[in-house]
């Protein structure tokens, strides 16, 4: 047993130490690890599995919408990024400047890019002249950089991995449309892959991208009843266009200015995906993005027929589409099921001798711990469908987490004791003024994350200053 | 007949010019473009989808092979680049180098990373303590910096995309082994998906890799009679394991340093592709990588019924795993054919009112520029059967191409003049000494390519110098 409690106690409990718990999983279910580059971080093979699963499915969708995918440089000229005014203020800050190529002094910095609307504006630029070169619907996948003082694994490090695409369209309408289309494809997305429920909604000025006319996001609810922010869409009206001049000729043959949009999620999905699904036990993946599905366990297994039947259903699951392994190390049985439970592996399958022998196994499901003996016959479909039932209880359990962890308030007093007792989104109205919202960070820590696309009016009164209120505003302590 | 002229007049003819041709292939395709950052280059969609195919199929041969993706940090810090002295004589010169995070100087200089052999090195110096956590054979998908003088797309650029795979092995014969797996599945690769047939052979130390014990090669020959490195694979022994440290337990107890390899391929393949294949058309791509794979180009296609039966034919070979597109823009069908042609696009599609009348359709070979008239049914399973001739066919002009270019020489005065005057691979002997390899640089301006697994003994005596011959050497110039 010395084995197993050792795994066991090395994870701290969620509820003595949530920011310990999160770091353990990250290191116990081998996701990432520290490298000799302070504040960038390595993504181990489960870690990068998971984002690679990440890629493929987004990707899909992203296809089905239209969407064109190129590469643009890592480097961004000094000269270009500081074009547009509200950008350059937003990102100079946080960049990696390169100074040096080769053994010669540059004649221009470059910086490594924090994000690339500067360079798709520039290849827009000379792209587009004509009506009928509209719309662009690009988008690249690759890494960024932005020098934070503070990192932590997957949720901010100096360097992260993401897509972001960039489009352009003939009129602000249409970029308006793909703005929202970008952020209900996000907001799908979370909820059918991740199995995390999302509040969609927009951001208030404060919060808006560098930029940006608006900024649209998806906020997820940690286990912790923190707000984390999933995905955003921006559009950026004209603004970028009168900067970089893209141009085009409409079909009365008038120059217009292009109206764009961009949109991002980033493996901080990975980091949201522990802190709303895991546990104690350690990781748990939704069936839909995990890398492995199926574990299977054989017990005594140097007994005749066992490894024979365990590679038999391991056969069956791959041919079906269903993503196991088998696990024949000679660790004891003991220690692969804390290992896969550790990992986060959806549902484990045990089969010995005595399993055999009745013509069943035993399969274990990662999410509610539950032992079921199931019959070998007819056993992929089973398992395919217990799939399913995990998936789908997963995400069950994120939203009644979420919803019993959203709280209305109508007096400040109300609100504020709220957000200090009782974790996770507080609604409640705003009248739009940024005084209030950083009133409110003072007082609670609390920030803005959204006027939510669905409305309600809890009372007519800003919860801060009491003047007129303009929009319902989910708050929240957040990472 | 204006807009088909100018576009096939605006690329220059093969046998006029290579370069220029090249150049205007990789420009008229729409595969790149240039960026406002000196040297870099953008991958526009239709070149980007190429490396995305490129990238899916090898990866599931990586992925039967064993191999586990990660990602490791962009930067190297400068003290970790230097840690073995062979491998920093060879990238310091042509490395960018980061001072500067955010407004603040760094305490030490980073690299953008030309290459991550440190990087592993330093993750493995972390994770391998004895024999049980070996091997380890990871790989990553990432963009890569050297600083070059002179730029060309898809073969030079100061960024390019590319996989690098990292090994640690108990033994010397595992790493040796491992160093051959991967070039055999690498010309495994060229050959199945990219129709281009490749020398397999090690280099001699002057072209080896800065801190190879070993270094094997594939080489493509190109139109022009210059070969191009396609892929390599590096033994390192266990040097780099002494200057990081790397060490484990073995059965017996006994500290062993590991033994490593590496092995990577690049965007360069594109270029291969272009080179390989193109003709005075253009691109000319093989089918199993296409992106798009058939054309359909609707004949009067606003007479009623053509259009109807155009989306009949797409949806039914999408069905069939046929990645197939419509050109139902209003273009005329001659321009539409000139860029199909163009964009290498293997098969095309015409169906037209008397077409649909005679229960038939137009095919046109991309390869051959042959026409067939095929009936419409069962044309999926014939369509399929024609992608698989192209491919074949594509494959065996490309090694009747080679082959036929490939000289052997056993006098140094021939040998000189087969270089000068026959454009290709010569084969001659050679004694083994960098001198030699040297002088016939500077006479030929051809470099060895490799010594190839498959020896013949030609002569006795080394080409240049007339001593005792080591080994038969495939000679050229290269890209």
Redesign the interface.
């Known amino acids: 047993m010395a084995d197993e409690k050792k795994q066991v106690e090395q994870i701290t409990s969620m509820a003595e130490d949530f920011a310990q718990w999160y770091t353990d999983i990250v290191s116990k279910a081998e996701l990432m690890?520290y490298?000799?580059?302070k504040g960038?971080?390595?993504?181990?093979?489960a870690g990068?599995?998971i984002?690679?699963n990440i890629q493929k499915n987004l990707d899909a969708m992203f296809k089905k919408a239209g969407v064109?995918?190129?590469?643009?440089?890592?480097?961004?000229?000094e000269s270009?990024l500081e074009k547009e005014k509200d950008h350059v203020e937003g990102f100079a800050?946080?960049?990696?400047?390169?100074?040096?190529?080769?053994?010669e002094p540059l004649e221009e910095r470059?910086c490594?890019r924090p994000t690339s609307e500067t360079?798709f504006c520039?290849?827009y630029a000379?792209?587009v002249h004509s009506y009928r070169d509209l719309p662009k619907v690009?988008n690249q996948w690759?890494?960024v950089?932005r020098?934070e003082k503070t990192t932590r694994p997957f949720l901010r490090s100096?360097?992260f991995?993401w897509q972001e695409g960039h489009t352009a369209h003939a009129t602000a309408e249409e970029a308006q449309e793909r703005t929202e289309q970008m952020l209900n494809l996000y907001a799908e997305f979370c909820e059918k892959y991740l199995a995390i429920p999302v509040v969609k909604g927009r951001k208030t000025d404060k919060e808006k991208f560098a930029g940006a006319e608006a900024t649209y996001t998806i906020e997820a609810l940690m286990h912790d009843g923190k707000a984390l922010q999933s995905g955003t869409s921006h559009n950026f009206g004209d603004g970028f266009a009168r900067a970089f001049n893209i141009q085009y000729t409409d079909k009365d043959n008038t120059l217009q200015y292009v109206h764009q949009t961009s949109w991002g999620m980033s493996t901080r999905l990975i980091g949201a995906i522990i802190m709303v699904h895991g546990d104690d036990s350690g990781l748990k993946l939704p069936p839909a993005i995990a890398p492995v599905q199926v574990m299977i366990v054989p017990i005594m297994q140097t007994k005749e027929g066992v490894l024979d039947k365990a590679n038999e259903l391991l056969n069956s699951f791959n041919a079906a589409g269903i993503r196991a392994k088998l696990d024949s190390t000679d660790k004891r049985p003991g220690f692969k099921f804390a290992e896969q439970e550790m990992r986060g592996i959806p549902l484990r399958i045990e089969v010995g001798p005595k399993d055999i022998e009745a013509g069943t196994c035993v399969a274990v499901r990662r999410d509610t711990h539950e032992k079921l003996t199931l019959p070998l016959n007819d056993l992929t479909e089973k398992i395919s469908g217990l799939l399913e039932d995990i998936q789908q209880n997963m995400y069950d359990t994120a939203l009644a987490h979420r919803d019993s962890h959203t709280y209305d308030a109508v007096e400040y007093e109300e609100f504020k004791k709220t957000i200090d007792e009782k974790p996770g989104f507080v609604r409640a109205m705003w009248c739009g003024d940024r005084a209030c919202e950083d009133r409110i960070k003072e007082d609670t820590g609390a920030t803005s994350r959204c006027m939510p696309f669905d409305q309600v009016k809890l009372s007519d009164k800003c919860i801060c200053c009491g003047k007129p209120a303009k929009a319902l505003v989910y708050w929240g302590r957040a990472y």
Chains 1, 2 share one sequence.
């Open positions: 690890d490298s000799s580059v960038c971080m390595i993504f181990k093979p990068y599995a984002w690679e064109e995918n190129v590469y643009m440089p890592l480097f961004i000229p270009l800050p946080e960049v990696a400047w390169v100074t040096h190529g080769g053994l470059l490594v360079l520039d290849l000379n792209l690009y690759c890494s950089v020098w100096r360097e991995l």
